[in-house]
């Protein structure tokens, strides 16, 4: 609109004009209403992005960052804001901006900053099949232990007589080395271990293998789970409530990073891969 921004509380069968105290202008390229508690109106304005202060019937510029003014198109999710310009695409935190102001968002909007975050059931599901200690390995072990009682076992066995092979003549010439003949015997079996099939010794090693993997597993998930939501409360504090003195800031930051390592190590990298992944996106 070239003539600013209207609002109607009929439904569109009157119009009232919305104050221009702010703007610098009465050309308005887009508006979004962002539903925040209470919901906030955004304005892209060739002078840049900015905020209507219903109660102080006012705009207020948003420029931090923003090194540009001509701003042409507003998208949001729960805790961001998107500025489309002439240079490019740019990006508000909006859980920052409702801080700064002393308006807390709800849980929701506050835990959607890490939607770019891997969840914790993707985590636990990657740090088993990295340690390879999933259930569907166990079930396969079983099935392997069962199937080889159909196999069945073949014994072959040979059987000389060299008693007569070579021998004296005890007749005429009792000197001469006589040839005899070789006597051999071949023998071959087929059986299957039946019982194998309902249980066998395989079975027992099976089992005591699952144990061990399952005691490894709840171990492994047990790592996962404290160090995720440790790294996500640490991550909400600094928003939240953020430390006054660096040395404190600095513990919390290094904390974080301790954390996302033990994560990496549990996931073979995956977890913080993911991370850069969805954050390109």
Same mark, same amino acid.
């Given at each position: 609109?070239?003539?600013?921004?209207?609002?109607?509380?009929?439904?569109?069968?009157?119009?009232?004009?919305?104050?221009?105290?702010?703007?610098?202008?009465?050309?308005?390229?887009?508006?979004?209403?962002?539903?925040?508690?209470?919901?906030?109106? &955004?304005?892209?304005?060739?002078?840049?992005?900015?905020?209507?202060?219903?109660?102080?019937?006012?705009?207020?510029?948003?420029?931090?960052?923003?090194?540009?003014?001509?701003?042409?198109?507003?998208?949001?999710?729960?805790?961001?804001?998107?500025?489309?310009?002439?240079?490019?695409? &740019?990006?508000?935190?909006?859980?920052?901006?409702?801080?700064?102001?002393?308006?807390?968002?709800?849980?929701?909007?506050?835990?959607?900053?890490?939607?770019?975050?891997?969840?914790?059931?993707?985590?636990?599901?990657?740090?088993?099949?990295?340690?390879?200690?999933?259930?569907?390995?166990?079930?396969?072990?079983?099935?392997?232990?069962?199937?080889?009682?159909?196999?069945?076992?073949?014994?072959?066995?040979?059987?000389?007589?060299?008693?007569?092979?070579?021998?004296?003549?005890?007749?005429?010439?009792?000197?001469?080395?006589?040839?005899?003949?070789?006597?051999?015997?071949?023998?071959?079996?087929?059986?299957?271990?039946?019982?194998?099939?309902?249980?066998?010794?395989?079975?027992?090693?099976?089992?005591?293998?699952?144990?061990?993997?399952?005691?490894?597993?709840?171990?492994?998930?047990?790592?996962?789970?404290?160090? &995720?939501?440790?790294?996500?409360?640490?991550?909400?504090?600094?928003?939240?409530?953020?430390?006054?003195?660096?040395?404190?800031?600095?513990?919390?930051?290094?904390?974080?990073?301790?954390?996302?390592?033990?994560?990496?190590?549990?996931?073979?990298?995956?977890?913080?891969?993911?991370?850069?992944?969805?954050?390109?996106?």
């Amino acid at each position: 609109s070239l003539n600013g921004a209207y609002t109607s509380a009929d439904g569109g069968v009157t119009w009232q004009p919305l104050t221009q105290l702010g703007l610098g202008t009465a050309s308005i390229r887009h508006l979004i209403l962002h539903h925040h508690s209470p919901s906030v109106l &955004y304005a892209a304005t060739p002078n840049g992005v900015a905020r209507l202060l219903p109660e102080e019937q006012r705009w207020e510029a948003l420029y931090a960052g923003l090194p540009t003014k001509a701003a042409r198109f507003l998208a949001a999710t729960d805790s961001r804001l998107f500025a489309a310009t002439d240079q490019g695409l &740019y990006m508000l935190d909006l859980t920052m901006e409702q801080l700064a102001q002393g308006n807390w968002p709800g849980a929701k909007a506050l835990l959607g900053d890490f939607v770019h975050e891997p969840s914790i059931g993707a985590v636990q599901e990657n740090a088993i099949h990295y340690a390879e200690v999933q259930p569907e390995k166990i079930a396969a072990w079983r099935k392997q232990a069962r199937m080889s009682a159909l196999i069945p076992k073949f014994t072959v066995t040979g059987d000389t007589n060299l008693t007569d092979f070579r021998h004296w003549d005890s007749g005429a010439n009792p000197d001469a080395l006589q040839k005899g003949e070789r006597d051999i015997d071949w023998s071959t079996n087929v059986t299957w271990e039946l019982g194998d099939f309902i249980y066998s010794d395989d079975q027992t090693n099976i089992d005591v293998r699952s144990k061990l993997m399952v005691e490894l597993r709840d171990s492994i998930l047990d790592d996962v789970t404290r160090s &995720y939501f440790e790294r996500r409360r640490l991550q909400v504090e600094l928003i939240t409530d953020p430390p006054t003195e660096p040395k404190a800031q600095l513990a919390k930051e290094l904390r974080i990073q301790e954390l996302t390592a033990i994560l990496d190590g549990l996931t073979g990298g995956w977890f913080s891969s993911e991370i850069e992944r969805n954050g390109r996106r």
